[in-house]
């Protein structure tokens, strides 16, 4: 397990970090999503030792994370990183050769992984000559030649298309499923929130909510759709604590307090007509990830 | 994985993409072909010197062929004799240049014909023969027995030299010079090669992968000791080339040449080549874009054609001089000054040792301070960075990655 704890990092005035907690656990794909500027890509380096916190530690497996245990996570760094001159295969092998692997090895995982990822026939091509989403998923392939312990990727869907980032959700996912650790950062909320098991909202240096997807939707408001035909403006007048949000057609939104009951809101419904609809509106992960930037959550 | 394989791993990559580059190639083989080249226009048509002459006697003369032969010889010049009974053949010859010279006459009508300018050796020689013959024919005329005369002759000025030039050091010098200007120019070239190298790992970003895998200075000696292998390879291939085409067409003495110096050369070249590739490492890491490289690489290779200055015009002209021998220790210019001492053979092992120990206390010293320079500066991608901040003297400013 990876154990982030209580990191603080300065650059001049600006705090980069700020009392950042939060762990990924085995098999567990862990989503880190904030604005630009938030620190996600500084914590990540941190994580790898790239860039030294000022206070605070990074635990792996219930110890300080140590040059060797580094080295075995697999990285895809926010700014991309390759040989451009340099063919497929022999990038690969040189990063697994990095890692300790032996020459056979070495080539026989690259190999392995490049078709796994559908690259087989362009092993001998040179980096530069692939295009953005095959060099992309070649960037994949350099983290995870050596066989890592635990994944961490900054931006690993940025400019892919929806087909190049189901292929990386998968593999993701595969690596998860061997029980390893996996955290990633995305501005995608919409694949952060179908491909991730937990998230944490970092503002401002800061881990201003985290959970899993159903935990941080259940933090919105009350709200449930309800189609009643029959009924007309006002309906649930009647009904202590329930509010308008919105209303489409015969579908009305409502907005219950938390005390009122929404089998009350249901058979007051029921009484109007057939109710064709009464479902639980939650916030995608988009809309909450916008009440918490503008919320009073933050503090500066 | 110990710090030694991933070296190895490191330094394997920089040196396999490296040689096999065309520009490493090309200009490798035009190297080779203008050096070997040059040799052989030297050996075969500027230096006439090495063939023989075409020399006729004709008539008296030829009673004069064998002891001039023999004095030309003393003076390094082979002569053919080839005897004529006609003057009139003996100078179509030398008009059509087949001869020569073509000499004729006895005593003080002893007469040499060339078709334009005269061989100043054969001139000489023959002036010397014929005189002496006169000389020897007086000598009997007047009951003087010539052999007693001889005697009395055989004795040359003693000279004595107050600053003696020693022809075999002039030339032992000129060699040291070249193993100094041969390192001088691929410490130089080298030297941007891995400056270069490292602002590439920069702009292509890579570095920030290799430095969650590698520690700052493990990445720094590979790329280091790849692109000294690839120098390495470059240099013995056409030292190699010019030296075996030099002994082969008897241009250069290879005796001359020991093999002390041979293994001073080298020892020098790993040595200096290490001690500046750290600091042009240093320097290359402190900016971000290529085209930044000659300006950050300034100072450091000013430092070395100023080591380059002191061996041409300190070193060369007088190797044995206090001056040569404290620059010889300065660490920054041994590389190319030492070879210049030890070619000459004016430095004694001990001083050789301490500048080598000099030297490479030096480097280790680099190694420190140059990984600092490239630890804090290799992940700021944008500007230049500050040396303090380099240094990591100042803590502030953000990096801008």
Redesign the interface.
């Known amino acids: 397990m990876l154990e982030l704890s209580h990191l603080t990092k300065r ?2 005035s ?1 705090e ?1 970090l700020h009392d950042l907690s939060f762990d990924v656990r085995p098999g567990e794909i862990f989503g880190f999503v904030g604005a630009n500027g938030a620190g996600k890509t500084t914590t990540m ?1 941190v994580v ?4 030294e916190a000022d206070s605070g530690s990074v635990i792996w497996d219930g110890s300080p994370i140590t ?1 060797a245990a ?2 075995r ?1 697999g ?1 895809i ?1 926010e ?8 063919t497929v295969i022999a990038q690969l092998e ?2 697994a ?4 692997v032996v020459r056979k090895a070495a080539h026989a995982a690259s190999i392995a992984l490049l078709e796994r990822l559908g690259l087989a026939d362009r092993a001998k091509s040179q980096l530069q000559s692939l295009s953005h989403g095959n060099q992309q998923r070649v960037q994949l392939a ?1 983290a995870l030649v050596f066989s890592p312990d635990l994944l961490v990727l900054d931006e690993p869907f940025a400019g892919l298309d929806p087909v190049a980032v189901d292929a990386m959700t998968d593999v993701l996912r595969a690596e998860a499923d061997a029980g390893k650790p996996v955290v990633l950062s995305s501005h995608q909320l919409d694949i952060v929130e179908r491909v991730c098991d937990r998230v944490g909202i970092i503002n401002h240096g800061q881990m201003v909510a985290s959970g899993t997807v159903a935990e941080l939707t259940e933090r919105g408001p009350l709200r449930f759709w309800v189609d009643v035909p029959g009924a007309g403006a006002g309906w649930y007048d009647g009904v202590p604590g329930v509010t308008l949000v919105e209303q489409d057609g015969s579908r009305w939104l409502l907005q219950l307090a938390d005390d009122a009951g929404e089998q009350a809101v249901l058979q007051k419904a029921l009484t109007l007509g057939p109710v064709h609809e009464f479902r639980r509106e939650r916030p995608a992960l988009t809309q909450l990830f916008r009440d918490v930037m503008s919320g009073t959550a933050v503090d500066e | ?1 110990n710090s030694q ?2 070296i190895r ?2 330094a394997t ?1 920089e040196f396999m ?1 490296r040689i096999r580059t065309r520009v490493f190639v090309i200009t490798t083989a035009l190297t080779v072909i203008a050096i070997g080249g040059y040799i052989l226009l030297q050996a075969y048509v500027f230096n006439t010197s090495t063939s023989s002459l075409e020399v006729g006697f004709v008539g008296a003369a030829q009673s004069i062929s064998a002891p001039v032969r023999a004095e030309a010889a003393g003076f390094g010049e082979t002569i053919n004799v080839r005897p004529y009974t006609s003057a009139a053949a003996g100078k179509a010859d030398v008009q059509s240049g087949t001869l020569d010279a073509l000499v004729s006459g006895s005593g003080a009508g002893t007469t040499m014909m060339v078709q334009s300018k005269v061989n100043l050796t054969l001139e000489t020689v023959l002036n010397d023969v014929v005189r002496g013959r006169v000389l020897d024919q007086y000598l009997t005329k007047h009951r003087l027995p010539p052999s007693d005369v001889d005697g009395q002759l055989a004795f040359s000025v003693s000279v004595n030299e107050l600053s003696p030039v020693n022809a075999a050091r002039v030339e032992q010098i000129v060699i040291g010079l070249l193993v100094a200007g041969v390192l001088y120019v691929t410490m130089v070239i080298y030297g941007q090669l891995v400056a270069a190298g490292v602002i590439e ?1 920069k702009s ?12 700052p200075w493990q990445l720094m000696l590979g790329k280091i000791t790849g692109i000294g292998l690839v120098a390495l390879v470059q240099v013995v291939l056409i030292a190699g080339v010019a030296l075996v085409l030099a002994s082969a067409t008897k241009l250069v003495s290879i005796p001359t040449l020991g093999i002390d110096v041979v293994i001073s050369g080298v020892v020098w070249f790993v040595l200096g080549y290490l001690m500046y590739a750290l600091l042009y490492a240093a320097a290359g890491s402190m900016v971000s874009r290529q085209e930044d490289v000659a300006s950050v690489a300034l100072p450091v290779t000013l430092m070395l054609v100023a080591g380059w200055i002191i061996a041409l015009t300190v070193a060369a002209p007088d190797p044995g001089s206090p001056a040569t021998s404290v620059f010889s220790f300065i660490p920054l210019f041994s590389p190319v000054i030492m070879p210049v001492r030890i070619a000459a053979g004016l430095a004694p092992f001990w001083q050789v040792a301490i500048s080598v120990v000099l030297v490479i206390a030096t480097i280790y010293i680099l190694v420190a301070i140059a990984g600092r320079i490239y630890r804090n500066s290799v ?1 700021r ?1 944008g500007g230049r960075v500050k040396l303090s901040d380099a240094l990591g003297l100042s803590s ?4 801008v ?1």
């Open positions: 650059f001049g600006l980069a380096r790898l030792g790239v860039l040059f580094r080295r996570i990285y760094p700014d991309r990183g390759l040989y451009p001159k340099m040189y990063f050769r990095l890692h300790g350099a | 994985m394989a991933l791993v490191i990559r993409t790992e292509n970003r890579i570095v920030e992968i290799l430095l969650a895998t590698v520690r992940l991608i502030s400013g953000k990096p990655v």
